[in-house]
């Protein structure tokens, strides 16, 4: 099946400073990326819509200047959280559908765990 | 507002019962609907997707229902194997588009006890 790589898988940094979270298609192109978040015990909530060479679609209540995305070329969008608070950790997910117009089977990243001190 | 939900947070079974899953919704009318597994500290895994005017998909040892009256589906594990223990997560998507929403269920824990 198609693999979507998704690096790094863990991080650890103090409050203010900025991550970068990126995400992969390996052997497929991916025109559209889903960025979610995950805290422990609860489902995954979509963030944006990521789409290549344009600008995301963010869902309400997701602030676009905290969580930039940029996706740059058809394999690969980050997620880049800016001016990380201890209430940003969490687990930070991305995904793709395989070429295609349809969004049948979501292929997912391994995750990213972010905790901020 | 668009409803999600998986009735149990937690399942218990023994190894070689049948697990099954439910998942609700309300206000949403999906194109299909999806099942994941998810492991601890993992991306969650495409296990099988039903279309609207489907009642039944099966693979291998999964089976999948969907009712789209009642507004449901039931996913299935038979003779089930300690191995199958993880979070199973239900997803509902409303177009076939690649820019269409996929929403997700909060998850049921399935624990298969030898």
């Known amino acids: 099946g198609a693999v979507v790589s998704q690096h790094p898988s863990r991080v650890i940094c103090k409050s203010g400073t900025s991550v970068k979270i990126e995400c992969r298609s390996l052997d497929f192109q991916a025109t559209t990326m889903f960025w979610y978040r995950q805290f422990p015990k609860q489902s995954l909530m979509l963030m944006a819509t990521s789409n290549e060479g344009s600008k995301a679609t963010y869902e309400q209540g997701v602030e676009k200047d905290k969580f930039l995305i940029n996706h740059a070329s058809l394999t690969l969008s980050t997620l880049t959280v800016t001016s990380a608070h201890p209430e940003d950790s969490s687990f930070y997910i991305c995904s793709a559908t395989t070429g295609g117009m349809t969004n049948e089977k979501l292929f997912f990243g391994s995750g990213t765990q972010l905790s901020v001190l | 507002s668009q409803k999600i939900e998986q009735n149990s947070e937690a399942l218990n079974i023994q190894e070689g019962k049948t697990a099954t899953l439910t998942c609700n919704y309300t206000n949403y009318s999906p194109a299909y609907l999806q099942w994941y597994r998810q492991d601890p500290g993992r991306g969650p895994v495409f296990l099988l997707l039903?279309?609207?005017?489907?009642k039944e998909k099966r693979k291998e040892r999964l089976k999948v229902t969907f009712d789209t009256t009642l507004k449901q589906s039931l996913f299935h594990i038979t003779a089930s194997q300690p191995a199958d223990s993880a979070t199973y997560l239900c997803a509902l998507t409303g177009g076939y588009s690649s820019a269409s929403k996929i929403i997700f269920g909060s998850g049921t824990r399935l624990s298969i006890r030898p």
């Open positions: 039903i279309r609207e005017n489907e």
